[in-house]
């Protein structure tokens, strides 16, 4: 257990006190502060190594109704897209060579069984070795059991906000299955990938603080911190999009919390400028589109997000020079 001391705020990390969390979110004369512990704790647990994985978007079909989502199920005019298995695995497969994690997410598409992603991982692992995650939604116990026997090591499956009352606003469900379906997925043994927004309309400090004790609960073993970016075709169009320097916080306030996890830059902060920052405020993980390019744009969960056709290894290249830049090495 570390204790902290930012301006006139203790931070236990052993037992945190949402109260401390959210007084830490509201102090803003105490960011340099905060930064330089998170880069700290950071570079004492990975050095300057920075994750890099390739993630590939299979599916934009979904049945779902997240409010903020520009795929959900009632975007009437989303024009819809599903890789076939074969195509799934040779872009997998391809993505590999250059990356040693490969990322399949998708929107919530019942159109794959378990058995057809099981299937689908296990070629991929034959082919090439890398590590696996996916990134599907929920699914019963049995459904992950099978994915994971198929040799899939790792799932995403963020808790989205940690307030009941704003997840089921958010979502038309409640929160409870998602934390359900998250236990579900350690107790197979997968690392957890969680996480949440940041700047969900109607979310407070507090809420914030909420969130990052989730992830501690929930012993996380990565967590995707991102701000909320609305989306013009959904019920949240409008609202104001999170702010990336508030991420920056909770980001780096995750890093003390969870010295261990694995934190990316998340996509939707690196719309917001924040790469740079965020690797300097305790991320290590930064998630590369290896999606076909045809698909890219059609993946459309928030607007913004970069769909420029660069083959992968150049655009790995560049990424390089820009972490050389920071003194970072890409591993
Ligand atoms: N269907 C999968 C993948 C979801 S998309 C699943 O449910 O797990 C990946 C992530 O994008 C989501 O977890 C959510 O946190 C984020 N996201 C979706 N819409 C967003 C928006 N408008 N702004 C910011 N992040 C968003």
Do not use: W
């Not at 257990?1 to 401390?20: C, F, K, S, W």
């Not at 995707?224 to 169009?237: C, Q």
Request: aromatic share 6%; proline share 4%.
């Amino acid at each position: 257990m570390a204790q902290y001391t930012l301006g006139n705020h203790i931070l236990d990390t052993g037992q945190p006190r949402a109260e401390v969390l959210a007084a830490i979110l509201k102090d803003d004369s105490i960011n340099e502060e905060l930064f330089y512990a998170a880069n700290k704790v950071k570079t004492e647990q990975y050095g300057n190594l920075v994750f890099v994985r390739g993630i590939i978007e299979f599916s934009n079909y979904c049945r779902c109704l997240c409010a903020y989502c520009g795929i959900n199920a009632r975007m009437k005019d989303a024009v819809r897209y599903r890789m076939a298995p074969d195509e799934l695995v040779e872009a997998a497969v391809d993505t590999a060579k250059v990356y040693r994690t490969v990322i399949l997410q998708s929107g919530e598409d019942c159109y794959y069984t378990a058995e057809m992603l099981a299937g689908i991982v296990r070629r991929i692992k034959e082919k090439a070795q890398c590590a696996v995650t996916l990134s599907i939604g929920e699914r019963s116990l049995e459904e992950y059991r099978i994915m994971k026997q198929a040799g899939a090591d790792r799932f995403l499956l963020k808790h989205e906000t940690a307030n009941a009352a704003l997840y089921q606003s958010l979502h038309g469900v409640p929160l409870e299955g998602r934390l359900d379906a998250q236990r579900r997925i350690k107790g197979l043994g997968f690392e957890l990938g969680g996480g949440f927004m940041v700047g969900l309309p109607g979310q407070t400090d507090e809420i914030l603080a909420q969130d990052l004790l989730t992830l501690v609960r929930e012993g996380v073993d990565m967590a995707g911190i991102g701000p909320f970016i609305a989306h013009p075709d959904t019920p949240l169009r409008g609202s104001a999009d999170g702010n990336a320097h508030k991420t920056l916080k909770v980001l780096a306030l995750a890093r003390l919390l969870l010295p261990k996890c694995h934190l990316p830059s998340t996509t939707a902060l690196n719309v917001k400028g924040g790469m740079k920052n965020a690797l300097l405020c305790g991320a290590n993980v930064i998630m590369q589109k290896a999606t076909p390019y045809e698909y890219r744009k059609l993946y459309d969960i928030y607007p913004g997000r970069d769909a420029k056709d660069i083959p992968l290894r150049e655009q790995y290249e560049e990424l390089k020079e820009k972490l050389a830049e920071l003194n970072l090495t890409a591993e």
